[in-house]
C-alpha cells in the first residue's frame, strides 16, 4: 500500500518565532496520524523545528534546494544542507520556482538527484496553467515536466519520489480543481509512471494533489482512489485548519 500523506508548504511565511509556534501546536495536536504528515518550512526554520519535532510523527520538508553540491553559490542552500538540519523531505519543481525563478527541467533534474544523493525524499511538484488546460494541454504538459525532470531515474530511485499535481491556476486562487479533475489527472500519471517504471511502482507511488485545497474541500478531494493526499499552501499556516485537512486523510 502507498503511502497517503498530507504535506504543508509554509512558503514565504513566518519568521522563526511564528513558525516555532506554529510548530509547537501542531506537534501538541497531532498525535496520531492516519498518514504521514510533512510540514515544509523556509531554510531558516529547518534545524528549529527539527529538533522541536523529534519525537513526533510530524517530519520536516525543505521547500527547494541548490542546483550544485557546494561552492562558490553566495546565497544558495545545498541538499547536503538541508539534510544536516534534520528534514527530511525536499518540494521542488514548485510552479512558484519554476514561474519566479526560471527553474527548468534541467535545474530541476539536478535539484532531484542531488537531494537523493544527500538522503531526502523529493516531493516533486508538476501542474499546467490556466492556458494549457483551456486549450486541453494539461497531460501533454505534465507529461513533458515528468520525462524533462524525473523519468531520469532509476527503478530504486524512484522509490523515494512522491509527486504533487499542482495545476497552476489553483494555487493560491481560491479555484480548486473540482475532485474528477483531480481524479483524472492522477489516474493519468499513474498511468505514466506504470509505463515508465511498471505497475507495482505506480501502484506505489504517492501522488498529492495540491491547489486550494481547504479544510472544506479535502475530504472530497481525498476521497478519490488516486488522489493519496495534499500539498497545502494556505491552509497549512493556520493549525487548526491543517489538522483538519490532516483528518481527512
Ligand atoms: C502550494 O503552493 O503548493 C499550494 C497548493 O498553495 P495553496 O494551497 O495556497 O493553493
Given at each position: 500500500?502507498?503511502?497517503?500523506?498530507?504535506?504543508?508548504?509554509?512558503?514565504?511565511?513566518?519568521?522563526?518565532?511564528?513558525?516555532?509556534?506554529?510548530?509547537?501546536?501542531?506537534?501538541?495536536?497531532?498525535?496520531?496520524p492516519?498518514?504521514?504528515?510533512?510540514?515544509?518550512?523556509?531554510?531558516?526554520h529547518l534545524?528549529?523545528?527539527?529538533?522541536?519535532?523529534?519525537?513526533?510523527p510530524?517530519?520536516?520538508?525543505?521547500?527547494?534546494?541548490?542546483?550544485?553540491?557546494?561552492?562558490?553559490?553566495?546565497?544558495?542552500?545545498?541538499?547536503?544542507?538541508?539534510?544536516?538540519?534534520?528534514?527530511?523531505?525536499?518540494?521542488?519543481?514548485?510552479?512558484?520556482?519554476?514561474?519566479?525563478?526560471?527553474?527548468?527541467?534541467?535545474?530541476?533534474?539536478?535539484?532531484?538527484?542531488?537531494?537523493?544523493?544527500?538522503?531526502?525524499?523529493?516531493?516533486?511538484?508538476?501542474?499546467?496553467?490556466?492556458?494549457?488546460?483551456?486549450?486541453g494541454?494539461?497531460?501533454?504538459?505534465?507529461?513533458?515536466?515528468?520525462?524533462?525532470?524525473?523519468?531520469?531515474?532509476?527503478q530504486?530511485?524512484?522509490?523515494?519520489?512522491?509527486?504533487?499535481?499542482?495545476?497552476?491556476?489553483?494555487?493560491?486562487?481560491?479555484?480548486?480543481?473540482?475532485?474528477?479533475?483531480?481524479?483524472?489527472?492522477?489516474?493519468?500519471?499513474?498511468?505514466?509512471?506504470?509505463?515508465?517504471?511498471?505497475?507495482?511502482?505506480?501502484?506505489?507511488?504517492?501522488?498529492?494533489?495540491?491547489?486550494?485545497?481547504?479544510?472544506?474541500?479535502?475530504?472530497?478531494?481525498?476521497?478519490?482512489?488516486?488522489?493519496d493526499?495534499?500539498?497545502?499552501?494556505?491552509?497549512?499556516?493556520?493549525?487548526?485548519?491543517?489538522?483538519?485537512?490532516?483528518?481527512?486523510?
Amino acid at each position: 500500500m502507498r503511502t497517503k500523506m498530507v504535506a504543508g508548504n509554509w512558503k514565504m511565511n513566518k519568521t522563526l518565532q511564528e513558525g516555532v509556534a506554529l510548530a509547537t501546536e501542531l506537534k501538541k495536536a497531532v498525535k496520531n496520524p492516519k498518514c504521514e504528515v510533512v510540514i515544509g518550512t523556509p531554510f531558516i526554520h529547518l534545524a528549529t523545528v527539527a529538533e522541536l519535532l523529534k519525537g513526533s510523527p510530524i517530519k520536516v520538508a525543505a521547500e527547494n534546494c541548490a542546483d550544485k553540491a557546494s561552492g562558490a553559490y553566495t546565497g544558495e542552500v545545498s541538499a547536503a544542507m538541508v539534510a544536516s538540519t534534520g528534514a527530511e523531505y525536499c518540494i521542488l519543481g514548485h510552479s512558484e520556482r519554476r514561474a519566479y525563478y526560471h527553474e527548468d527541467y534541467d535545474i530541476l533534474r539536478e535539484k532531484v538527484l542531488l537531494a537523493l544523493e544527500n538522503g531526502l525524499k523529493p516531493i516533486f511538484c508538476i501542474g499546467e496553467v490556466k492556458e494549457e488546460r483551456e486549450a486541453g494541454r494539461q497531460n501533454e504538459v505534465v507529461r513533458a515536466q515528468l520525462e524533462g525532470s524525473v523519468f531520469n531515474l532509476s527503478q530504486e530511485e524512484w522509490k523515494n519520489i512522491t509527486l504533487a499535481y499542482e495545476p497552476v491556476w489553483a494555487i493560491g486562487t481560491g479555484l480548486t480543481a473540482t475532485p474528477q479533475q483531480a481524479q483524472e489527472m492522477h489516474a493519468y500519471i499513474r498511468s505514466l509512471i506504470a509505463e515508465k517504471y511498471g505497475k507495482e511502482a505506480a501502484e506505489n507511488t504517492t501522488i498529492l494533489y495540491g491547489g486550494s485545497c481547504n479544510a472544506k474541500n479535502a475530504a472530497e478531494l481525498f476521497a478519490n482512489p488516486d488522489v493519496d493526499g495534499g500539498l497545502i499552501g494556505g491552509a497549512s499556516l493556520k493549525a487548526p485548519d491543517f489538522c483538519t485537512i490532516i483528518a481527512a486523510r
